[in-house]
């Protein structure tokens, strides 16, 4: 699989394209760990064998990353990975964050569009900007990402106990 087939059109909505907002600062946070979970598979797992993964990198903008956990590929890619973060740091659109904790991401996605994806975190510790306004909190974080072949996906459930829709 290459990455543009791993594109982020794929892989997650822009906040632009939303049908459903909630509080902006915290969608924007959502968006960012989910942008930084999608960067960070792209750069460490894209172009590995399927199966057991164990691996470390570097973070865009500092920081670093190890991925434990399983990946398939068939018609469409299967994962059950947990990203550990330490100071995990990224830049996007609206967002300056960094991460620390344990980010597990698991589900299924393919390149015509389909995912069905869930991302959660006991812990995620997440400092910087979101929005323009600053971050500083640990929180529960716990969402979906679904979409079908030709629609537009969308994110929804909770961070800090808070709900997120996008």
Known sequence: MTRSTLAACVLLPTLACAHDTTDAPDARVVYG????????????????????????????????????????????????????????????????????????????????GYKALATASDALTVTGTADAIDVDDTCVLAVTDQGSAGEASHVAGEWCGRSVSF
Do not use: K, R, W
Request: hydrophobic share 40%; with cysteine.
């Open 33 to 112: 760990v989910l942008d930084t979970e999608i960067f960070l598979y792209d750069q460490l797992l894209v172009g590995q064998p399927s199966g057991n993964q164990d691996i470390s990198g570097d973070c865009p903008l500092g920081g670093t990353v190890h991925v434990v956990g399983t990946t398939a590929q068939a018609e469409s890619a299967s994962v059950d990975l947990v990203f550990s973060l330490t100071d995990c740091a990224n830049v996007g659109a609206g967002y300056d964050l960094a991460l620390t904790g344990d980010l597990s991401m698991s589900g299924s996605f393919s390149s015509s």
